[in-house]
Nanobody, 125 residues
Framework: QLQLVESGGGLAQPGGSLRLSCEVS????????VGWFRQVTGKAREGISC???????SYADAVKGRFTISRDNAKRTVWLQMNSLKAEDTGVYYC???????????????????WGQGTQVTVSS
């Protein structure tokens, strides 16, 4: 059964950094894109970053220039390096495996049939 497990969340100060990991138990991991989404309390879940099977990346405007997504197909792992964190980055972060090798347009949730359980990120002084 395909599983995604996020880790690395926690508490960070404004301006600080965190690195999230997403381990995927999928023998076909290198064939598919993986995305990161987040849900802030009271708001809809939003897509923030995606990486294709070949390593091309895309970002939502809210995180562009601050977050970096990367992957290692041999380790079946995707990371999200989050720098210059802001209070508004607080939320539950999810990784998700796409049904496609490319990211598509607009971080559409229905392109991602497999999801992790989420990891909490809190940015506060």
């Amino acid at each position: 059964q395909l599983q995604l497990v996020e880790s690395g969340g926690g508490l960070a100060q404004p301006g600080g950094s965190l690195r999230l990991s997403c381990e995927v138990s999928d023998v076909s991991f290198d064939e598919y894109a993986v995305g990161w989404f987040r849900q802030v309390t009271g708001k809809a879940r939003e897509g923030i970053s995606c990486i294709t099977n070949a390593g091309s990346t895309s970002y939502a405007d809210a995180v562009k220039g601050r977050f970096t997504i990367s992957r290692d197909n041999a380790k079946r792992t995707v990371w999200l390096q989050m720098n210059s964190l802001k209070a508004e980055d607080t939320g539950v972060y999810y990784c998700a495996r796409s049904s496609y090798p490319r990211c598509g347009y607009g971080f559409r949730s229905y392109d991602y049939p497999y999801w992790g359980q989420g990891t909490q990120v809190t940015v506060s002084s």
